[in-house]
Every structure is written in C-alpha cells, then in structure tokens.
C-alpha cells in the first residue's frame, strides 16, 4: 500500500486557460472542437463524432489542445455539467469552446493519467463545489487552483491509472463494437426507408429497379406506391416526461430511478445519479429516450423502469417494430442537427412538433423483414451495453479505493 506523500494546490501544478467563442461563421473546415454537449459520461472525447471549427485568424498556438490536456465545463445553464472533465488521450488538432476551462499540468511529480482520473472522483468534485460554500454555477480558474492534490509516487500513480485504464479500454472496445452493429443497422435503414431500395418481389433494389414512385404533398417527395404517411404520435406510444417535486429526489438509493435529461445520457444507456420518492411520468424498460431539449434528437435506451423529467420524451412502437422506430429517431435527429448547422437553433421540441413528425410509413410485411435483421444487432448491443454498466460500476468503486489506500495497485 503506498500513502500519499503531499497534498498539492492545482494551482502549483498546473496552467489554466479558458476556451475560445466562435460565432457561426466559424463552423467547418477541418479543426475540432470540444464543446460541453461532447461531456456526456465519457472520460476521452468521442474524437470522430466532434464538431468542426474554422480557426484561421483567431486563435493563437497556445489555444490548442495537447495530449495529456484535461478539459472541464466551465459555465453551463445545467449545472449537473459544470466540472465535469474529459481527457484528450490523443495528439490531435482540437480547440475548445469558450464554455470550457483547460488544466495543463506541468509538475512532473503528478501523473497526467492519475490526475484525469482524480478528477472524476467525489473528492474532487466536492472541492469545487465547496469552494464558495454553494454548489458551484460557473467554475474559474481561481476555483480549480485551490483544489487539492494528493500525490503519492510516482510509480504507484501510474500503476492505480492502469487498473482503471484496463477497465476503460475494455469499455471502449465494447462502444467501437457497437457503434459499427449500429453503423450496419442504420445504412440498412437509410437504404430501405429514406434511399427506397428495399428489396422488391425479385430481390432487387426497389427503386433503382423502376419500382413505382409517388409524390407525396405532405413530405414534398416521391415516396413508393402504396405507402402510407404517418404522425409519429401514429406508430409511437409517446410519454413526455414531467419532473417530480424537488423535495422528493435523492441521491440515496431511495425510490425510483429518475433521469432529468440528456446530461444524464451514456453511450446507450443513462447513467443513475438521482432517484425519486414521488415519480409523476415514467418510462418502462426498452424505451427509447428521446432529449426534447437542447441538444433536441439525443437518444438513449431505458435498461429498467425510471422516472423522466421534462427534458426527455419515452418512446416504444404503437405496432412492436421498435427496432424500426429507434432508427426512425435516428432519422430525426440528423434532421435537427441539419437546421441547428444550418443556423436554426431548437432548444426544445414542443409535444404538438414531436407528435407531428410525419414519416413514410411502408408494408407490415417490410418492416417485419427489417426488424428480423435489427433486432439482432440490437441485442448485441443491449449485451455488450449493459455489460459496459457493470464495468462502469467496477471502475467507479475501485477508483476512490485506489485513491485512498484501501485497495491497493499491484
């Protein structure tokens, strides 16, 4: 067992810089950018799903982000978000946002490692939240500073880092092998329901074989013959969600699971911080998740019973084809994410505008067909998901263990 050797202010180690604002006519052309949205339940940025910035001509060398680099939120309207922490574990051309604060070490007798996975602890969080004697709504640079250290050697701060790292690695395989099955899933959607080249009574490519098309007011493009549109409020059962009373949420264990928002989003799953003693609108197991406030189209998977509060929608298919309706969400989330780029920015999707999604809605008999090929994918998913849960689980329970002695690294 190793014991910590000092305690050091961060600010005796580290250097802060605050991110940058870019206005929209910087979006673009080729940069990254960290932004609070890319926070969700991770401990590495998602580097492929970033967005992109144009920087020439405003940002300055030191403005980029390095390896080894810890990146927090600095000010958000969710304070559930301020101070969380992510670790930019690769050498890549990144920027982040003026919402965000970055730490750089420059002690040596700190592990990069050690310290990003300190910050996830409830140690630290609680000195942040402490500093002012309030739970912090915006974080500085003078807040991190004062935060607290421990330090113990060297070597026993890069073994406690392995430990979790082999736990996190073992998460992130998981997550590349589900996002290709979902990757697979999704191509087949678009090339059945959006591209029309579904397989026809021969086996061919429905519309690139000649199948009849009509055009269709409502959705302002040719749609097969014979197809139906639909309100999503049609072939979804939709619940919005309504937040319980304040006095009744806990962090306990004590009553039922309860999610607010997408700030509780994981990669398919949500993460359990709050539960509530008096839940007013509740999602069953296998509901889709659906965030109705900014970022509006983000999805998850309910794995039990919970609780929803405003800032999500629970969604399962009227006909039993939720393989097809999560792919459908998937649809109308690239179709926000189209107008928020395009400039038209939604902070929320009213009941009366999810319920409307009008849709192409095709043959029992197809949607049967696909979701035979979905719901396997599917599954693997679940399994790997809620096997990335329990390691989630294991990882969060062994950090503080490591961090104060009571396990000990070998």
Same mark, same amino acid.
């Given at each position: 067992m190793?014991k910590?050797? &000092?305690h050091?202010?961060?600010?005796?180690i580290?250097?802060?810089r605050n991110?940058?604002?870019?206005?929209?006519?910087s979006?673009?052309?080729?940069?990254?950018?960290?932004?609070v949205p890319d926070?969700?339940n991770?401990?590495?940025?998602?580097y492929?799903s970033?967005?992109?910035? &144009?920087?020439d001509g405003i940002?300055?060398a030191?403005?980029?982000l390095?390896q080894?680099?810890?990146?927090?939120?600095?000010? &958000?309207g969710?304070k559930?978000l301020?101070?969380r922490s992510?670790?930019?574990?690769?050498?890549v051309?990144a920027l982040f946002?003026?919402f965000?604060?970055r730490?750089?070490?420059i002690?040596?007798d700190?592990?990069k490692?050690?310290?990003?996975y300190?910050t996830?602890t409830?140690n630290f969080?609680?000195q942040?939240?402490?500093s002012?004697?309030?739970?912090?709504?915006n974080?500085?640079q003078?807040?991190?500073?004062?935060?607290?250290i421990?330090?113990?050697?060297?070597?026993?701060?890069?073994?406690i880092?392995?430990v979790l790292s082999?736990?996190d690695s073992?998460?992130?395989?998981n997550?590349?092998?589900?996002?290709?099955l979902k990757a697979?899933a999704?191509t087949l959607y678009?090339y059945w329901?959006?591209q029309?080249d579904?397989?026809?009574?021969?086996?061919?490519?429905?519309k690139?074989?000649?199948?009849k098309m009509?055009y &269709?007011a409502?959705?302002?493009?040719e749609?097969?013959?014979?197809?139906?549109v639909?309100?999503l409020?049609?072939i979804?059962n939709i619940?919005m969600?309504?937040s319980p009373?304040g006095e009744s949420?806990?962090?306990s264990g004590?009553?039922v699971?309860f999610f607010q928002g997408?700030t509780?989003?994981?990669w398919?799953?949500?993460?359990?911080r709050?539960?509530?003693?008096?839940?007013?609108?509740?999602?069953k197991r296998g509901?889709?998740?659906?965030s109705?406030?900014?970022p509006?189209?983000?999805?998850n998977?309910?794995?039990?019973d919970c609780?929803?509060?405003?800032?999500l929608?629970?969604?399962?298919?009227?006909?039993?084809?939720?393989?097809?309706?999560f792919?459908?969400?998937?649809?109308?989330?690239?179709?926000?994410d189209r107008?928020?780029?395009e400039g038209?920015?939604f902070?929320?999707i009213?009941?009366?505008?999810?319920y409307s999604?009008p849709?192409a809605?095709?043959?029992?008999?197809l949607?049967?067909?696909y979701?035979?090929?979905?719901?396997?994918y599917?599954?693997?998913?679940f399994?790997?998901?809620?096997?990335n849960?329990?390691?989630?689980?294991?990882r969060d329970?062994?950090?503080?263990?490591?961090?104060?002695g009571?396990?000990?690294?070998?």
């Amino acid at each position: 067992m190793s014991k910590v050797l &000092n305690h050091l202010p961060l600010g005796e180690i580290a250097v802060f810089r605050n991110g940058l604002n870019f206005g929209k006519e910087s979006r673009g052309n080729g940069c990254m950018l960290v932004g609070v949205p890319d926070f969700q339940n991770r401990f590495s940025p998602d580097y492929e799903s970033l967005s992109e910035i &144009n920087p020439d001509g405003i940002v300055r060398a030191d403005d980029y982000l390095q390896q080894g680099d810890i990146v927090f939120v600095r000010s &958000n309207g969710n304070k559930a978000l301020v101070g969380r922490s992510l670790y930019i574990s690769k050498d890549v051309k990144a920027l982040f946002s003026g919402f965000c604060i970055r730490a750089r070490l420059i002690s040596e007798d700190v592990d990069k490692l050690f310290f990003a996975y300190y910050t996830k602890t409830k140690n630290f969080k609680s000195q942040i939240s402490s500093s002012s004697g309030t739970n912090i709504n915006n974080l500085n640079q003078g807040i991190l500073s004062q935060v607290k250290i421990p330090v113990f050697h060297k070597s026993y701060q890069q073994k406690i880092a392995a430990v979790l790292s082999v736990l996190d690695s073992k998460i992130d395989c998981n997550n590349r092998i589900n996002a290709e099955l979902k990757a697979i899933a999704k191509t087949l959607y678009d090339y059945w329901f959006v591209q029309f080249d579904f397989p026809d009574a021969n086996g061919k490519p429905y519309k690139s074989s000649g199948g009849k098309m009509e055009y &269709n007011a409502t959705l302002k493009r040719e749609i097969p013959a014979g197809w139906k549109v639909k309100q999503l409020s049609q072939i979804a059962n939709i619940t919005m969600g309504q937040s319980p009373p304040g006095e009744s949420l806990t962090d306990s264990g004590d009553g039922v699971e309860f999610f607010q928002g997408s700030t509780d989003f994981g990669w398919q799953f949500p993460t359990v911080r709050q539960f509530t003693t008096q839940p007013a609108r509740m999602a069953k197991r296998g509901d889709i998740l659906l965030s109705v406030r900014a970022p509006v189209g983000d999805l998850n998977v309910a794995h039990l019973d919970c609780c929803i509060g405003r800032g999500l929608a629970a969604l399962n298919s009227r006909d039993g084809f939720d393989g097809f309706l999560f792919y459908v969400m998937q649809y109308f989330k690239t179709v926000f994410d189209r107008r928020n780029s395009e400039g038209t920015t939604f902070g929320s999707i009213t009941k009366d505008d999810l319920y409307s999604l009008p849709l192409a809605y095709p043959s029992t008999e197809l949607l049967t067909e696909y979701d035979k090929v979905v719901l396997r994918y599917n599954q693997m998913v679940f399994t790997r998901s809620m096997e990335n849960q329990h390691l989630t689980q294991l990882r969060d329970w062994l950090l503080p263990m490591l961090m104060n002695g009571q396990v000990t690294a070998a």
